[in-house]
């Protein structure tokens, strides 16, 4: 059974940044389309940002557009949300998701929908 577990969350100042991580563990990350969402208090999951199967396809949300780069390290089965220059309304549970995908099938989707298994989320605070 996959397992994520999402980390590197935590309350910085507007302007800094952090980079999230999400291990998996149970199957080879490779096998998957990947995708980071977040939601943040009273309002809709959103998706932030999504990584085809094979990184053939990448995707941002416009709201992050030039300040977050998803990556995966397949050696460490993790898949990384590298945040700069975080505004307050970043802020929010940040939560990974992965879909299994065929080979050769690089789609993926800002949409909940798409995913099928979900980490638990972790905290990100911007706030002076």
């Known amino acids: 059974q996959l397992q994520l577990v999402e980390s590197g969350g935590g309350l910085v100042q507007p302007g800094e940044s952090l980079r999230l991580s999400c291990a998996a563990s149970g199957s080879p990350l490779n096998y998957y389309a990947v995708g980071w969402f977040r939601q943040a208090p009273g309002k809709e999951r959103e998706g932030v940002s999504c990584?085809?199967?094979?990184?053939?396809?990448?995707k941002y949300a416009d709201s992050v557009k030039g300040r977050f780069i998803i990556s995966r390290d397949d050696a460490k089965n993790t898949v990384y949300l590298q945040m700069n220059s975080l505004k307050p309304e970043d802020t929010g549970i940040y939560y990974c998701a992965v879909r299994r995908a065929l080979p050769g099938v690089g789609r993926c989707e800002l949409s909940a929908s798409f995913f099928e298994y979900w980490g638990q989320g972790t905290q990100v605070t911007a706030s002076s």
């Open positions: 990584s085809g199967r094979h990184d053939i396809s990448t």
